[in-house]
């Protein structure tokens, strides 16, 4: 009897844990099984290890192999525990030391030939490690340039199975692949970051800037209503530029769903708030995360700590509308699949951009407009009061009368609104400092109230009486208040703040 054992991790979510590879080598006829509640994918492993081992020069053992991942109560998914999975039977069998992958945590997928390819999820998987002490780490050679964004743990990087039976001090007759990298494993990752544009570059539109401006220094939801052309999507594609740049826990926690998603290599860790505009088709899942077994991030989860740019949002399906609902109020989402229950980070602004009616030209005198009026209700009435009562700041953006305005009065670059935004998130970050609050937005209602001066509570009374607000309603005029009073540098938001916070969300709509 033999057993030898390696260390992985695994991932529910961005979630991590340890799991113990122990592979048992025993009398019987030839048979090679993976216990521990694996998935597919991770069955699988039993043909590509087993051939990857051929591939080393080794004879795979003519008797029963049994794999086991501990804890075997937690599913464990995806093709990232092939390398350990592999180093386990090794270990078993005698290929390499039994004692020699004590304490080291094993990443990487095998391929039939015992090359070691990519996986997705390292850098949740190497901030669980620090995080637990680990030491030591083999992870796929195409995967150093993520390693190396987390300071700890040593980590090595393998081509080849062989090279990792050679590490450990066994003995391999291998080929390696002309196609694979050689040379110095790199140092410094380099990563294709991309940038939004310049709020300079919108022409006019004074007032729309001005109410990004607020929704970036308060964390506030957005709608923009106004005719084709007029500069919504253009604005909102701009609005990361203007937000203040994301602390070191929200870096990493944005990085480590890129990880998941694959997209890391493009992206790196960035200061820049996420992005993400999904097309008016997308599916519930596509939104709220999907897929087979474990639920994977969806859109909402990779604009965590960033925005969610909903362009023609009407024509998102209600259904679709609707799942955003609790993501809102809550900061997360918890999907609960076949597979298992994954937890997702979902902290994002929302931004929705719309035309005035179905055909766009239901502005001014409306002479252009041929939707009729059965049309015209039918397009609006999918933003549901639910989720119209969930966004801050509500504008019309009118089309652009003129390009001279331009030449006459120049626009402000986003550097400089930048420099006021992350002035005023300070301020109230400093203010909610014992409360745990970074924004006005996750301000509560009762501390709210409780500090917001009674002439500018009278303001708010009134417009509960003549029904212009509901009482979340007023919760939320009064967080705007009190972004636009940190913009202007007041200590508290005075009446003017208050008219302003409620023109700002209660504007007319086409």
């Given at each position: 009897?033999?057993?030898?054992?390696?260390?992985?991790?695994?991932?529910?979510?961005i979630?991590?844990?340890?799991?113990?590879?122990?592979?048992?080598?025993?009398?019987?006829?030839?048979?090679?099984?993976?216990?521990?509640l694996?998935?597919?994918?991770?069955?699988?492993?039993?043909?590509?290890?087993?051939?990857?081992?051929?591939?080393?020069?080794?004879?795979w053992?003519?008797?029963?192999?049994?794999?086991?991942?501990?804890?075997?109560?937690?599913p464990?998914?995806?093709?990232?525990?092939?390398?350990?999975?592999?180093?386990?039977?090794?270990?078993?069998?005698?290929?390499?030391?039994?004692?020699?992958?004590?304490?080291?945590?094993?990443?990487?997928?095998?391929?039939?030939?015992?090359?070691?390819?990519?996986?997705?999820?390292?850098?949740?998987?190497?901030?669980?490690?620090?995080?637990?002490?680990?030491?030591?780490?083999?992870v796929?050679?195409?995967?150093?340039?993520?390693?190396?964004?987390?300071?700890?743990?040593?980590?090595?990087?393998?081509?080849?199975?062989?090279?990792?039976?050679?590490?450990?001090?066994?003995?391999?007759?291998?080929?390696?692949?002309?196609?694979?990298?050689?040379?110095?494993?790199?140092?410094?990752?380099?990563?294709?970051?991309?940038?939004?544009?310049?709020?300079?570059?919108?022409?006019?539109?004074a007032?729309?800037?001005?109410?990004?401006?607020?929704?970036?220094?308060?964390g506030?939801?957005?709608l923009?209503?106004?005719?084709?052309?007029?500069?919504?999507?253009?604005?909102?594609?701009?609005?990361?530029?203007?937000?203040?740049?994301?602390?070191?826990?929200?870096?990493?926690?944005?990085?480590?769903?890129?990880?998941?998603?694959?997209?890391?290599?493009?992206?790196?860790?960035?200061?820049?708030?996420?992005?993400?505009?999904?097309?008016?088709?997308?599916?519930?899942?596509?939104?709220?995360?999907?897929?087979?077994?474990?639920?994977?991030?969806?859109a909402?989860?990779?604009?965590?700590?960033?925005?969610?740019?909903?362009?023609?949002?009407?024509?998102?399906?209600?259904?679709?509308?609707?799942?955003?609902?609790?993501?809102?109020?809550?900061?997360?989402?918890?999907?609960?699949?076949?597979?298992?229950?994954?937890?997702?980070?979902?902290?994002?602004?929302?931004?929705?951009?719309?035309?005035?009616?179905?055909?766009?030209?239901?502005y001014?005198?409306?002479?252009?407009?041929?939707?009729?009026?059965?049309?015209?209700?039918?397009?609006?009435s999918?933003?549901?009061?639910?989720?119209?009562?969930?966004?801050?700041?509500?504008?019309?953006?009118?089309?652009?009368?003129?390009?001279?305005?331009?030449?006459?009065?120049?626009?402000?670059?986003?550097?400089?609104?930048?420099?006021?935004?992350?002035?005023?998130?300070?301020?109230?970050?400093?203010?909610?400092?014992?409360?745990?609050?970074?924004?006005?937005?996750?301000?509560?209602?009762?501390?709210?109230?409780?500090?917001?001066?009674?002439?500018?509570?009278?303001?708010?009374?009134?417009?509960?009486?003549?029904?212009?607000?509901?009482?979340?309603?007023?919760?939320?005029?009064?967080?705007?208040?009190?972004?636009?009073?940190d913009?202007?540098?007041?200590?508290?938001?005075?009446?003017?703040?208050?008219?302003?916070?409620?023109?700002?969300?209660?504007?007319?709509?086409?």
């Amino acid at each position: 009897m033999a057993i030898g054992g390696a260390l992985s991790i695994g991932l529910i979510g961005i979630k991590a844990f340890i799991i113990q590879v122990q592979a048992f080598i025993s009398p019987g006829l030839p048979y090679f099984s993976i216990i521990g509640l694996p998935d597919a994918s991770l069955s699988e492993a039993r043909e590509r290890v087993k051939s990857a081992c051929h591939a080393c020069g080794l004879r795979w053992p003519e008797t029963r192999v049994t794999v086991n991942l501990s804890p075997a109560s937690m599913p464990k998914r995806g093709s990232s525990h092939d390398l350990a999975i592999a180093a386990s039977v090794l270990s078993a069998a005698g290929a390499i030391p039994p004692d020699c992958l004590n304490e080291v945590v094993v990443i990487g997928e095998v391929n039939l030939d015992g090359t070691v390819l990519p996986v997705n999820g390292l850098l949740p998987i190497m901030l669980h490690a620090k995080e637990r002490g680990l030491r030591r780490m083999v992870v796929p050679y195409a995967n150093l340039d993520e390693a190396s964004l987390v300071d700890g743990p040593q980590v090595i990087g393998v081509r080849h199975v062989g090279e990792l039976i050679e590490m450990m001090g066994g003995s391999a007759r291998y080929q390696m692949p002309h196609d694979l990298p050689v040379g110095e494993q790199p140092r410094q990752p380099v990563f294709d970051a991309s940038h939004p544009g310049d709020m300079a570059e919108v022409i006019g539109q004074a007032e729309a800037k001005k109410a990004l401006e607020v929704a970036a220094a308060g964390g506030h939801h957005l709608l923009m209503v106004g005719p084709p052309g007029s500069g919504k999507t253009m604005l909102a594609s701009r609005l990361p530029g203007i937000m203040s740049p994301l602390n070191e826990r929200e870096q990493l926690e944005v990085a480590s769903i890129r990880s998941l998603c694959g997209t890391l290599q493009h992206y790196g860790i960035s200061d820049v708030p996420p992005f993400e505009a999904p097309h008016h088709t997308a599916s519930c899942p596509s939104l709220v995360g999907g897929g087979s077994g474990l639920a994977q991030p969806g859109a909402i989860s990779r604009a965590h700590c960033g925005i969610l740019f909903m362009d023609e949002a009407p024509e998102f399906s209600t259904r679709a509308l609707q799942t955003l609902r609790e993501p809102l109020e809550s900061g997360h989402v918890v999907l609960t699949r076949s597979g298992g229950t994954t937890y997702y980070p979902a902290d994002f602004q929302l931004v929705m951009a719309a035309n005035p009616c179905p055909c766009g030209f239901d502005y001014g005198t409306g002479e252009r407009c041929t939707c009729r009026e059965r049309d015209r209700m039918r397009y609006f009435s999918r933003l549901s009061g639910p989720i119209l009562d969930r966004i801050d700041i509500q504008i019309t953006v009118p089309p652009v009368t003129t390009l001279l305005a331009a030449d006459t009065v120049p626009a402000e670059p986003s550097a400089r609104i930048r420099e006021r935004v992350i002035q005023a998130r300070h301020t109230a970050q400093e203010r909610f400092a014992r409360h745990g609050w970074s924004c006005n937005a996750q301000a509560s209602g009762s501390w709210l109230r409780d500090h917001t001066s009674r002439a500018a509570l009278q303001v708010i009374d009134r417009a509960l009486n003549r029904e212009r607000l509901s009482l979340r309603g007023a919760d939320r005029s009064m967080r705007l208040a009190w972004t636009l009073a940190d913009l202007s540098g007041a200590d508290s938001p005075t009446p003017d703040h208050m008219f302003t916070a409620i023109g700002l969300r209660t504007e007319d709509r086409p």
